[in-house]
């Protein structure tokens, strides 16, 4: 696993520190061991398929998973969560953005009502809230004459963000938002994920984003992948492409009547040491291999030999959406073989 502790050479201040966590529900354990440290002003992702165990990591860091449920040392500003006597200063240091459907605002409220009750929670003047959430609203692009309307008129994208101003009006250290980007419209989710870097950017805020959305990489520093409750990777983008063969260089051919023959025609290309195969497409397949430069024309020919015939190739270098797929396509593959082997170690006992 590529655990990239520090992000840079500087010294920074550690403001999340996580060290074998491990939380359970009965008798199920649903994170196994769980370690990473957050700087602070980091964008830290949190990403992996559904039941991967990110809500539950950000529940523990946000005092909504009881101590009993886990065990490990983890520390939120200096403060352990599983400690109630810490949950009131975790809680005015930090700002929690739930999945769209948890929105917990009032909807026949306005937006800067609603502002004026979670500031009261805070014990934050109406005044100076109601002025913090204006310059929010507009950093967020809340359109001006929605902020006096009831909220149940405004769209989901528009809520969401109304929820993002409020999570932030306290001006907390750390900001979690859990699926920032679901229930928005394709066109606009750059621009929730290009705000949220605004905000970072201007207001230095510590932001965890759990997420299904791999465009969300791009504004994150460091990636963290989860799998089963594990913590596969956390690392930057940067960092983690690089670590492909070749540092990411992809070859996609598009071959007439892709099939799982075929694939497996390509996967036993002779001499590359480490070659990673993708299906991206339903005629469109991905390469990744060491000495890319040198091997690729050997491939297309050994391709050709093979009878397999290709209509087109281009080549790119990989973006996070295929090292996430790539990365939990191996982890799958590992335990296909651990499985195969007890198998037959089972059947030799028997
Ligand atoms: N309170 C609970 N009691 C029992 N099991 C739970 C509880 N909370 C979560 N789980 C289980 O823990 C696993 C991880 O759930 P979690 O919500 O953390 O996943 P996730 O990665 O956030 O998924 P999604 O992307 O679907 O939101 C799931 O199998 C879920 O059923
Ligand atoms: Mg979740």
């Not at 398929?49 to 990110?54: M, N, P």
């Not at 996430?324 to 296909?336: A, V």
Request: proline letters at 3%; charged letters at 30%; a positive charge.
């Amino acid at each position: 696993m590529r655990c990239n502790l520090i992000s840079t050479t500087d010294v920074k201040e550690i403001v999340v520190n996580v060290e074998n966590l491990e939380v359970s529900f009965g008798e199920k354990k649903i994170i196994h061991k769980v370690s990473f440290n957050v700087n602070r002003g980091e964008i830290i992702g949190f990403f992996g398929i559904s039941g991967a165990g990110k809500t539950t990591i950000i529940r523990v860091l946000t005092c909504q998973i009881s101590q009993k449920n886990w065990t490990g040392y983890v520390k939120v500003t200096n403060l352990n969560p599983g400690s109630k006597k810490n949950h009131a200063k975790i809680l005015s240091n930090i700002g929690y953005v739930p999945q769209l459907e948890e929105l917990n605002l009032y909807y026949d409220l306005t937006p800067l009502k609603n502002v004026e009750i979670f500031a009261s929670c805070y014990n934050m003047k109406k005044k100076e809230a109601l002025a913090i959430a204006k310059e929010l609203f507009s950093i967020l692009d809340i359109p001006e004459d929605t902020w006096n309307k009831p909220l149940k008129k405004m769209s989901g994208g528009e809520k969401k963000r109304v929820s993002m101003a409020i999570g932030l009006i306290h001006k907390p250290d750390i900001l979690f938002l859990d699926e920032p980007t679901t229930g928005v419209d394709a066109a606009k989710r750059y621009d929730v994920l290009s705000y949220l870097k605004k905000l970072n950017r201007r207001l230095g805020t510590t932001m965890f984003l759990i997420t299904h959305d791999m465009e969300a990489a791009l504004i994150v520093d460091r990636a963290a992948i989860l799998r089963d409750g594990k913590l596969l990777e956390f690392d930057s983008n940067s960092n983690l492409i690089t670590s492909l063969p070749s540092k990411g260089l992809v070859a996609r051919f598009s071959i007439e009547n892709l099939n799982e023959e075929k694939i497996n025609i390509i996967k036993q290309f002779p001499n590359v040491s480490n070659i990673k195969t993708i299906r991206v497409g339903n005629e469109t397949f991905e390469v990744l291999m060491d000495d890319f430069e040198k091997n690729l024309s050997k491939l297309i020919q050994f391709m050709m030999e093979k009878g397999l015939k290709l209509n087109a190739m281009s080549r790119d270098v990989a973006a996070f959406r295929r090292y996430f797929q790539l990365r939990i396509q191996e982890e799958e593959e590992k335990e296909r073989r651990i499985r195969m082997q007890q198998e037959t170690s089972e059947e030799v006992q028997f």
